[in-house]
């Protein structure tokens, strides 16, 4: 575990998710938050929920969270494709805004 300048860790458990996301596709979208000391980046949410809708639904409405989505497409010449989108969420509704 390497540790960024800020201090914060990355966990084990969401470098695993992540990477089930890109190469297993075992999830749709995760959702990560800080441990409660603030020191740790944690896996909060995985799911398969296909909606974009569903996953702005987990976005806290007054809380700062990470999180990653399989966003997929179809193009007009080579059919579907996948991006994964990386989001910092900051409401300004946060108490403390961390991200």
């Keep these: 575990m390497s540790r960024s300048r800020s201090g914060v860790t990355v966990n084990d458990e969401s470098l695993t998710a992540f990477n089930d996301l890109k190469l297993k596709k075992s999830y749709k979208y995760i959702v990560f938050s800080l441990n409660d000391t603030k020191t740790e980046i944690v896996v909060s949410k995985t799911s398969n929920d296909q909606s974009y ?47």
């Design 53 to 99: 809708d569903d996953f702005l639904g987990d976005l806290p409405e007054n809380d700062c969270r990470y999180a990653v989505y399989d966003f997929e497409y179809d193009t007009s010449d080579s059919g579907k494709r996948s991006k994964i989108v990386f989001f910092t969420w900051s409401p300004d509704t946060a108490p403390i805004r961390v991200c």
